[in-house]
């Protein structure tokens, strides 16, 4: 069990694995796992669980039962993981611990894929 939010653990595929982010669409999953195998870490990913749906409710006595339209198909989804069960993905962008194939560190808005080239800054400690 994780002591916090940043720094989930958990079981994928019968392997102890540090989580890196839990209901990813396939394009992400394509960008986590090169960027994660090129740092070196051994990447999991297996389909998250369908959300679970409410039961119907029953009818009161007297009344027809009401039949529900089906619910659209959930979502695919999947569970991101390393086998490095200390990974945190916070401390590792903040720490500037991983590296683009470029040789640039990794940093929040690369991360995030809202800039597609990762732009070394300069700490704000080093300004």
């Known amino acids: 069990m994780a002591i916090n939010k940043n720094h989930e653990f958990e079981e994928l595929d019968g392997v ?3 989580i890196v982010e839990k209901n990813v669409k396939p394009d992400r999953v394509a960008f986590l796992k090169s960027l994660l195998e090129y740092n070196g870490f051994t990447v999991v990913v297996v389909p998250s669980p369908a959300p679970k749906a409410a039961p119907p409710p029953k009818p009161a006595e007297g ?3 009401v039949t529900a339209p089906p619910l659209p198909p959930a979502p695919e989804t999947f569970t991101v993981g390393v086998t490095d069960y200390t990974f945190n993905p916070i401390n590792a962008i903040f720490g500037r611990l991983l590296h683009t194939p470029d040789k640039h560190v ?3 808005a690369y991360w995030q894929q809202k800039d ?3 732009h070394d800054e300069v700490p704000y400690y080093e300004q």
Do not use: F, N
Request: proline residues 0%; aromatic residues 0%.
């Open 16 to 18: 102890k694995c540090g």
């Open 116 to 118: 597609m080239v990762s």
């Open 63 to 65: 009344e027809a039962a």
């Open 106 to 108: 990794v940093t929040l």
